[in-house]
């Protein structure tokens, strides 16, 4: 715990030092990164110590904050959400100190450091904390560094608003949380987490606190239809900073709910419904929009939501399994939606930090000017494709495993369960492979039309490779990607200290189950290199074949016409549209269409934008109609101060009065 | 047994053409025609392996690549599946998810190497294939789970290494659980009335038009590929289909052989009988194949208490 305590005194040092050297770029982002990195460093010792459950690390600072305690303490499920905290923000870092080096006349460069460190530092305050008010002291922090950190480019209109939606949303979660927590507090008479777990209470325990907690967190999280701030930011932020908020930071809304969730007993089965019913829709819905985008980094980020959604069916099976008193179904759910929190911080990692990469050699997103990028960016393409496959759930990728261990759960539970749990298990399965199924869509969409075919713009010729410090870190994010997938029974024994907390069970009581799972893992291991050795046969046989043989050179088979042109390829809307006209009802997609007409057409265009639907059907007309409800209230509120004193003396006369009573 | 579970390897590896050149010949058949002889598929493969290549200069090594991934993963897919009553080489709880996502894994390159061309044509046929293999990948996924409900099985040996016991009383239910398989089987194909396998040409094509580019040992790979990957099929409908287990298991799998020189001539008849639908006639067939799958799991659940 020591060195975690180091590490937070390093961040919040170097980024104060950041700021203060912010008019020099240089130095700023060497002292930024490197003590963000020297930090992770130390803390990930303690992280790793939590998870294998060696020694329950905790601490308490002599100090008193109002009705709470400075109170830490690191076991395995925080040491699990720690590990991705701290690996992605040691790879954000690194490829920040490059990405950013663009902006580096600004002084606000510099100061980006500061909220960069005190970002991870809060994050990680998040999952250690142990007291309702340190916990939500650091989760304000870690909304507002964000928020500084989304708005860097500040002097753009979509950046101001991304970072005013992101502001209000992420405070309207943090209002659901301080009303949990004050309930939970006044049910335990402690804000402490120790007191709530020994009472038994949790979100659990009642609908009302269920609600709140799935609000709270959810809007952190993404869940839809709370992510309306997700689309937004995710653009506006600098791609480092994306990498981090979608890869991890997102990931703290799913530990709350965790955490909190856990110190009930029993859970009851509506909540276990609710979750899986949350993590269906917000998987499909996710991955639909995301489908209709074009702007990659939005795609990005409804993809988070996708991913989310995986995450939240996980849990809901693995509390399912708690709920019906299956420990199977609990480890095997649970080890599925906690797997693909590392996972995910992985490949979205990767892949927003590939679109950084791009928007740096090619100076746009909009994938429907791109093409052809992977002959000038063959690093960052092939670190792309090897994300696009992790998330879309492919083998050798490490998605997969985490997606193989859900369905695995729900499997056990189809083949011998009854009555509700089962249609709920079903639904999630379901979910589960039309999930994969539209992820695989619209990652061949994203990747084969932005890293193949032929340029369709003067972007895509004028692409040029990233430098080693971007390359780096999405390097070792791939390999992170493959050696997961492919050490699959090693991650899952890992995540066994984690699996017996959440599931509080006793590690000997589980061992079959466990034995079994990882075995089952080790034959999918095995089949998939037989896979990748058979690939490597293969390539070693058409080498082999086409020795000697004459290999030619030619243009794409044109079907004769004369002056095929780079536009004639199929788009990425082109791609989608199929699966986009079918899902329709539910995207809503805008179309400005001017048809050609004459003989001989100019002009002629067609535009598609598909706007957030939730946005348009639920988000904004609620805050219409708080903005009208504050309206009416004007008259109060009208600027004379002579009349605010008044207001002032009348309300300290009914304190008053309340208190004689 | 290790002899018999080779077998089932080697058979797909040896005859899977010949699915192909049966349902040729059952079409030629009805057409009218003699026909291309039974083998025919196996000279384009010699013939093709033979060749050199030609590669469009806007392709890149994912155009050159996808051929063989595709191939290893259908290969790698085999592995699984049981055949004629014998269990699969490699059997493990939920390995049918890992085939169905192998199987996404070649979809993925194939259509990646078809966009990789920057042709429209094949970004039309890339485009469908992805839009269609979406909605055919849960029905597979609600026939399997009706299968693990009634066998109390996790893996495709368990699913499928027949139990007579079971068939007799269930015979609707396996009825509708083929049923769906069998659209899938269609559809994952490229086989009428989902897809045309006999022309590229038209606009109307799926499967074909992604591979237009390729050619020599690529297009071998490809040609192969497809035909185990309608091997894979088949075996898994023999399975839901004729449950048999009988010493000695050669007898067994002698029977699925047959079996499948059925369903290959039943897939001429089919392709001999109908037109291709619709496009947007598709993803229904392909929702009702999972209403039939979603029923028998259903009447599973009912019967099975």
Redesign the interface.
């Known amino acids: 715990m020591i060195l975690f305590l180091i590490a937070v005194a390093i961040w919040v040092s170097t980024g104060i030092s950041a700021l203060v050297f912010s008019r020099r770029y240089a130095v700023s982002s060497w002292i930024g990164a490197g003590g963000a990195i020297l930090g992770c460093l130390l803390a990930l010792h303690s992280a790793l110590q939590a998870i294998l459950g060696n020694l329950l690390q905790s601490f308490q600072f002599p100090w008193s904050l109002p009705f709470g305690s400075f109170y830490l303490k690191m076991d395995p499920l925080s040491g699990w959400f720690l590990l991705p905290i701290l690996g992605l923000s040691i790879m954000a870092a690194l490829f920040g100190t490059e990405y950013m080096a663009a902006w580096r006349d600004r002084p606000s460069a510099g100061g980006s450091w500061f909220f960069f460190n005190i970002l991870i530092a809060s994050m990680s305050l998040v999952v250690v904390a142990r007291d309702g008010v340190l916990f939500l002291l650091a989760w304000e922090i870690m909304s507002l560094s964000s928020f500084f950190l989304v708005t860097f480019e500040h002097q753009k209109k979509f950046v101001r608003d991304a970072g005013w939606n992101y502001l209000v949303a992420t405070h309207a979660g943090t209002a659901c949380l301080l009303a949990l927590f004050v309930l939970m507090a006044k049910s335990t008479g402690s804000f402490s987490f120790d007191a709530w777990l020994e009472k038994g209470v949790s979100p659990f325990s009642s609908i009302v606190l269920f609600l709140l907690a799935v609000v709270g967190f959810g809007t952190k999280a993404g869940f839809v239809p709370l992510h309306i701030w997700l689309p937004e930011a995710h653009p506006a932020a600098p791609s480092h900073v994306s990498a981090l908020m979608s890869g991890v930071m997102i990931k703290t809304g799913i530990y709350g709910l965790v955490r909190l969730l856990s110190f009930s007993e029993v859970p009851p089965e509506w909540g276990c419904w609710i979750l899986i019913g949350i993590g269906a829709s917000s998987g499909i819905l996710g991955v639909l929009f995301a489908l209709a985008q074009h702007d990659l980094k939005r795609l990005l980020a409804y993809h988070s939501i996708e991913n989310i959604g995986i995450i939240s069916l996980g849990l809901g099976v693995g509390y399912l399994g708690l709920s019906i008193h299956s420990p199977g179904l609990a480890i095997l759910g649970f080890s599925g939606g906690l797997l693909h929190v590392l996972n995910h911080a992985l490949f979205k990692g990767l892949l927003f930090m590939g679109a950084g990469s791009l928007l740096h050699g090619t100076g746009t997103l909009d994938i429907e000017h791109l ?2 990028v ?2 000038k960016m063959p690093w960052t ?1 092939s670190t792309f ?1 090897i994300g696009a ?1 992790a998330i ?5 990728m490490n998605g ?1 495993i985490s997606e ?1 261990l859900i ?2 759960g729900a ?2 539970g ?2 011998t369960l ?1 009555g509700s749990p ?1 249609v709920f298990l ?1 639904i999630a ?2 979910s589960l ?2 999930i ?3 992820a ?2 619209c ?3 994203a ?3 932005i ?4 340029p369709r713009s003067k972007h895509g010729h004028d692409a040029h490779e990233s430098g080693w410090g971007m390359r780096l870190p999405m390097i070792s994010l791939a390999a992170g990607c493959a050696a997961v997938g492919l050490m699959a029974p090693l991650a899952f024994l890992i995540l066994r200290p984690v699996l017996t907390m959440v599931c509080r069970i006793e590690a000997l009581a589980a061992q079959e189950i466990f034995t ?1 799972t990882s ?2 893992l080790f ?2 291991v ?3 290199l ?3 050795g ?2 490597g ?3 070693g ?2 080498r082999w ?2 020795s000697g ?11 004769g016409y004369d002056a095929p042109s ?1 536009r ?3 788009t990425g809307s ?6 986009t006209s ?1 899902f329709k009802s539910i995207l809503r997609t805008q179309r400005k269409i001017s048809p050609p007409s004459g003989f001989f057409p100019i002009h002629a265009s067609f535009f598609t934008s598909a706007p957030d639907v939730f946005v348009r059907t639920i988000i904004r007309p609620f805050y219409h109609a708080v903005r009208f409800g504050f309206s009416k209230m004007k008259w109060f509120q009208h600027g004379r101060v002579n009349a605010y004193i008044l207001y002032i003396g009348l309300t300290l006369l009914i304190l008053l009065i309340w208190n004689l009573r | 047994m290790i002899i018999e579970q080779s077998l089932s390897m080697i058979f797909p590896l040896l005859l899977a053409p010949l699915m192909l050149g049966l349902i040729n010949r059952t079409k030629a058949f009805f057409a009218g025609r003699v026909g291309q002889p039974l083998l025919q598929v196996y000279f384009d493969l010699f013939k093709l ?12 090594w ?1 155009f ?2 996808g051929p ?2 595709g ?3 259908f ?2 897919s085999l ?2 599946v049981p055949f004629g009553g014998v269990p699969a080489l ?1 059997s ?4 049918f ?2 085939l ?3 199987l ?2 070649a ?2 390159f194939v ?2 190497a078809a ?10 046929g ?3 294939e ?2 269609f ?3 055919a ?2 029905v597979f ?2 026939a399997m ?1 009706a299968l ?2 009634l066998s ?3 893996s495709l040996s368990e699913f499928l290494a027949s139990q007579p016991r079971l068939w007799a009383p269930n015979i609707p239910l396996f009825f509708l659980i083929s049923i769906a398989v069998f659209v899938v089987l269609l559809a994952e194909n490229a086989r009428i009335p989902v897809d045309d396998p006999n022309t590229h040409l038209e606009l109307t094509m799926i499967h074909e038009v992604m591979v ?2 390729h050619s ?3 297009l071998a ?1 490809i040609l192969y590929g497809s035909a185990l990957k309608l091997w894979i099929f088949g075996a898994i409908l023999m399975g839901v289909l004729i449950p048999i287990k009988v010493e000695p298991t050669i007898l067994g799998q002698v029977t699925a052989l047959a079996g499948m020189a059925v369903l290959s001539i039943a897939i001429g008849l089919v392709e001999s009988i109908m037109a291709r639908l619709k ?1 947007g006639r598709i ?1 229904p067939l392909l929702i009702g194949a999972a209403g039939c799958a979603l029923f028998a ?1 259903l009447l599973v ?1 009912r019967g099975h ?1």
């Open positions: 093409g052809g992977i002959k393409g494709l496959a879309a759930g492919l083998p050798p997969f193989f369905y695995l499997l056990k189809i083949g009854h089962l079903i399965a379901t492979t039309l994969g199924g539209l695989l869509a990652f061949a969409k990747f084969g039309v890293f193949l075919g032929s079994q075995m089952t034959f999918v095995l089949t998939v037989g896979f990748l058979l690939a046969f293969l390539w046989l058409r074949l086409l043989k004459t290999i030619h050179e030619s243009v794409t088979w044109d079907c780079p004639m390829q199929y082109s791609f989608a549209q199929p699966l079918l | 392996l033979k060749k050199g290549a030609v590669y469009s200069r806007t392709t890149s994912i050159q690549g063989m991934i191939l290893a993963a290969i790698a592995l699984m490699i493990f709880a939920g390995d998810i890992l169905a996502y192998l996404a894994l979809r993925f259509v990646l966009l990789d061309t920057g042709s429209s044509f094949e970004g039309m890339a485009s469908r992805v839009t293999s979406t909605f990948e849960p996924f609600i789970f693990a409900r109390n099985g996790a237009l580019d020599g040992p690529d790979f496009l993803p799991l659940l208490p």
